[in-house]
């Protein structure tokens, strides 16, 4: 299994891990390879969680908890979709208006 796919929340398993206080799951992903950087969908790393919920002895592994402000997320969500479908920004405006449309119409 690729341990860096992520859940509808974007969660990988080591974000899981530090959530939920599996310490020895959390060093298991890390020693074989785990991206102990690695972001959720709203910008937090695994320490973030860690923190947030109280599994201090997590944090002795992981990087210090960080997180984004809203703006900062939303242009790295952007930023990461237009390098993973491979999209420049002029491309993915007119995507977006086309979508738009679409929705436009649906709801009439």
């Known amino acids: 299994a690729d341990p860096t796919s992520k859940n509808s ?3 990988t398993c080591l974000h899981l891990a530090a959530k939920n206080g599996c310490t020895e799951i959390a060093l298991l992903l890390i020693s074989r390879g785990c991206d102990i950087n690695i972001r959720d969908d709203y ?3 695994a320490g973030y969680w860690a923190r947030e919920n109280k599994h ?3 944090l002795s592994f992981l990087p210090s908890p960080q997180t984004v402000t809203p703006q900062e997320n939303r242009e790295y969500v952007e930023d990461r979709d237009i390098y993973t479908v491979g999209w420049k920004a002029d491309e ?3 995507y977006a208006a086309v979508e738009a449309k679409k929705n436009t119409k649906k709801k009439k």
């Open 92 to 94: 993915l405006k007119k």
């Open 9 to 11: 929340k974007g969660l």
């Open 43 to 45: 910008g937090n790393n």
């Open 56 to 58: 201090m002895t997590l």
